[in-house]
């Protein structure tokens, strides 16, 4: 029996829907400032994307649009700029940033309530100690999909192959404040086909195309690809594939994320629902 497919688009639209709606009612508008250094195609598809979004939901746009030989001590004093106007509520700086600049310095600047991509060392602190902070968004929109499809995941056994900071690791910590046995993979775990079988929920965060297989998925198990990869087709023309063997899986998994399709559009949404949380505790309002 062919798997379910997850709807990320679709659960992306209601949700955009309902933060409009939200952001309609406050007596403030959240700003959102989204800053791109260098000429990266996709990053600039990103960004103007971004910006359309945070526009539609009624949100205040901030884009800053650097050269790529700004100097470190140059971006990071954009940065404290941004950390302390209120009009900007929330920070994103578009990663991967040029080979010269430090990321993690870049990111260790921002002001942690402003850190709407949740990668602040005072964030990520937060997320493993089971406390409110902002949460990467990929990982959020993850676990949107997983509770709308299953419900209570409370007993459930997940598996997560990848352990980057952006996905594998936050991920894993949202599954455990669920109540589920969580296993962290990667590409050097042992018997690592065997241990996916054993999943119930089955996250692919580990960047390289295709590699989970249909042989891999425990039958009925739901399956979560977070994978984005561009691939050249025997045709000569590129496509984008995750990390999960789609055709393959879809015989094994009760429910699929599709690639374009699932996980993607999630993260803009709660990129938007992270700004607008950061803005409504930034001016302490809580609806009344």
């Known amino acids: 029996m062919a798997a379910q497919l997850i709807d990320g688009k679709a659960f992306a639209a209601r949700q955009l829907a309902a933060i409009a709606t939200e952001v309609a009612a406050l007596p403030f508008q959240p700003g959102l400032a989204v800053v791109l250094v260098g000429d990266d195609p996709a990053s600039q598809v990103y960004v103007r994307n971004k910006a359309r979004q945070t526009v539609q939901v009624g949100m205040r746009s901030f884009e800053h649009r650097l050269a790529g030989d700004i100097s470190q001590d140059e971006l990071r004093q954009l ?17 991967p940033l040029p080979k010269h600049l430090d990321p993690e310095q870049i990111i260790a600047a921002i002001d942690p309530a402003k ?135 879809k015989d094994f998994a009760g429910h699929l994320t599709p690639v374009p399709g699932g996980v993607g559009p999630m993260t803009i949404a709660c990129l938007l629902r992270n700004t607008l949380t950061a803005a409504k505790r930034q001016h302490r309002y809580s609806g009344a």
């Open 115 to 249: 850190d709407v991509d949740g990668l602040t060392v005072t964030n990520a602190g937060l997320l493993a100690a089971g406390q409110p902070g902002l949460v990467p968004c990929t990982p959020l929109g993850c676990m949107l999909l997983l509770q709308d499809v299953l419900g209570d995941l409370t007993g459930l056994h997940a598996v997560v192959v990848g352990r980057s900071n952006l996905v594998g690791k936050p991920i894993a910590q949202l599954l455990l404040a669920r109540n589920c046995t969580v296993t962290i993979a990667h590409s050097r775990t042992r018997n690592l086909a065997e241990l996916c079988r054993s999943a119930d929920i089955l996250v692919a965060a580990v960047g390289r195309p295709e590699m989970v297989k249909g042989d891999w998925i425990k039958p009925g198990a739901t399956v979560i690809d977070v994978g984005i990869n561009r691939v050249s087709g025997a045709d000569g023309k590129s496509r984008l594939v995750g990390d999960v063997a789609f055709d393959e899986a």
């Open 79 to 95: 940065v404290e700029r941004l950390n302390a106007d209120p009009a900007v509520h929330g920070i994103l700086v578009q990663l």
